[in-house]
T-cell receptor, first 118, second 114 residues
Framework: DTGVSQNPRHKITKRGQNVTFRCDPISEHNRLYWYRQTLGQGPEFLTYFQNEAQLEKSRLLSDRFSAERPKGSFSTLEIQRTEQGDSAMYLC????????????????FGPGTRLLVL | AQKVTQAQTEISVVEKEDVTLDCVYE???????LFWYKQPPSGELVFLIRRNSFDEQNEISGRYSWNFQKSTSSFNFTITASQVVDSAVYFC???????????FGAGTRLFVKA
C-alpha cells in the first residue's frame, strides 16, 4: 500500500507565473485535502474533495487558486499569477471514505510541494 | 470556533529523558477527534495517535502515551525514553464530524540531544 505522493517536490517560479501541483492519494481513499504550511506554522486547510466533488473551500483559497479532482483519483492544485506571499509548502492528504468515523477522519499526508516565488 | 493551542514552541531534552508535549483545544462540538502528527526534517507529516471525544481512556503505545482530559480540554502527548530520531516538530490537531477539515496547532519543535 503506497502512501500519498505529490509532484513536484520543489518548485521555483517567478512572480506572475502559473504553477500546478499534483497529488495522488492512497488508493481507495475517496477523501482528499489540500493544506498550505508556512514556516513555523501548522498546516492551514485550503480545500476538500469527496470523490470528484469539491465540498469545501477555505477563504484562504483566493480566486487565483483552483483545485480539481476530475475522476475522483488524483488532484491538481493550480496557482495563477503567483505572488511572493504564495511561497509555502503545499500539502495533500487523503482519508478513507469507509470504516469507523475515526478511520474516516484520520488523514494521511504526502511529502508536500515546496513552492518558492521569486 | 475551533482552535488548537500548543504553548510550547521548543523543547530540548537529553536522550532517554521523558518529554510531554502540551495541547489545549477549543470546540463547541460534542463529537470531535484529536490527533498528534510528527513532522521530521524531511517535511512529511506522519500520523501518530488519535482519540475521539467519547473516549477519555488514556493509552500507551510503545514509547508513546497520551492524556486526554475533556474537563480541561487538553490532549497531552508523552514520549518515554526519548531518542535522537524523535527530533521533529509535533503537531496537535482537531477535527469534527462533518467538518471536512482539520485544525492544527502551531507545533512544538522537539530537540533530543545525544
Amino acid at each position: 500500500d503506497t502512501g500519498v505522493s505529490q509532484n513536484p517536490r520543489h518548485k521555483i517560479t517567478k512572480r506572475g507565473q502559473n504553477v500546478t501541483f499534483r497529488c495522488d492519494p492512497i488508493s481507495e481513499h475517496n477523501r482528499l485535502y489540500w493544506y498550505r504550511q508556512t514556516l513555523g506554522q501548522g498546516p492551514e486547510f485550503l480545500t476538500y474533495f469527496q470523490n470528484e466533488a469539491q465540498l469545501e473551500k477555505s477563504r484562504l483559497l483566493s480566486d487565483r487558486f483552483s483545485a480539481e479532482r476530475p475522476k475522483g483519483s488524483f488532484s491538481t492544485l493550480e496557482i495563477q499569477r503567483t505572488e511572493q506571499g504564495d511561497s509555502a509548502m503545499y500539502l495533500c492528504a487523503s482519508s478513507p471514505g469507509s470504516g469507523t468515523s475515526e478511520d474516516q477522519e484520520t488523514q494521511y499526508f504526502g511529502p508536500g510541494t515546496r513552492l518558492l516565488v521569486l | 470556533a475551533q482552535k488548537v493551542t500548543q504553548a510550547q514552541t521548543e523543547i530540548s531534552v537529553v536522550e532517554k529523558e521523558d518529554v510531554t508535549l502540551d495541547c489545549v483545544y477549543e470546540t463547541r462540538d460534542t463529537t470531535y477527534y484529536l490527533f498528534w502528527y510528527k513532522q521530521p526534517p524531511s517535511g512529511e507529516l506522519v500520523f501518530l495517535i488519535r482519540r475521539n471525544s467519547f473516549d477519555e481512556q488514556n493509552e500507551i503505545s510503545g514509547r508513546y502515551s497520551w492524556n486526554f482530559q475533556k474537563s480541561t480540554s487538553s490532549f497531552n502527548f508523552t514520549i518515554t525514553a526519548s531518542q535522537v530520531v524523535d527530533s521533529a516538530v509535533y503537531f496537535c490537531a482537531l477535527s469534527y464530524t462533518g467538518g471536512f477539515k482539520t485544525i492544527f496547532g502551531a507545533g512544538t519543535r522537539l530537540f533530543v540531544k545525544a
